[in-house]
């Protein structure tokens, strides 16, 4: 089991900033990739950022140059920093690990979302 616990998350304006923060806890080890994804009312949960255990890092279009994923190994805890915030950036954001079982089987765990609003 691993145990996700996100925060960073509230209210900012147009063009603003905020870094979301998830600490994995638990059986941590064989993790493939670190992960956050958002979903918005009305509309099916979509990948933010994902980063790997080698360290690659891919971004949805929509984000690319505004926002960062990053990790620090020894506090477990994987970031997004978010700049140039813009209304539609509005969502639950939710923290992701994709953990290796077996050589062919792997298992996603979720955190409990944080909520990130922008205001125009």
């Known amino acids: 089991q691993v145990q996700l616990v996100e925060s960073g998350g509230g209210l900012v304006q147009a063009g603003g900033s905020l870094r979301l923060s998830c600490a994995a806890s638990?059986?941590?080890?064989?993790?493939?990739?670190m992960a956050w994804y958002r979903q918005a009312p009305g509309n099916k949960r979509e990948l933010v950022a994902k980063?790997?255990?080698?360290?690659?890092?891919n971004y949805a279009d929509s984000v690319k140059g505004r926002f960062t994923i990053s990790r620090d190994n020894a506090k477990n805890t994987v970031y997004l920093q978010m700049s140039s915030l813009k209304p539609e950036d509005t969502a639950v954001y939710y923290c992701?690990?994709?953990?290796?079982?077996?050589?062919?089987?792997?298992?996603?765990?979720w955190g409990q979302g944080t909520q990130v609003t922008v205001s125009s």
């Open positions: 980063i790997t255990s080698a360290g690659s890092t």
């Open positions: 992701n690990c994709n953990k290796r079982l077996t050589a062919w089987a792997a298992y996603d765990y």
């Open positions: 638990g059986s941590i080890a064989s993790i493939n990739a």
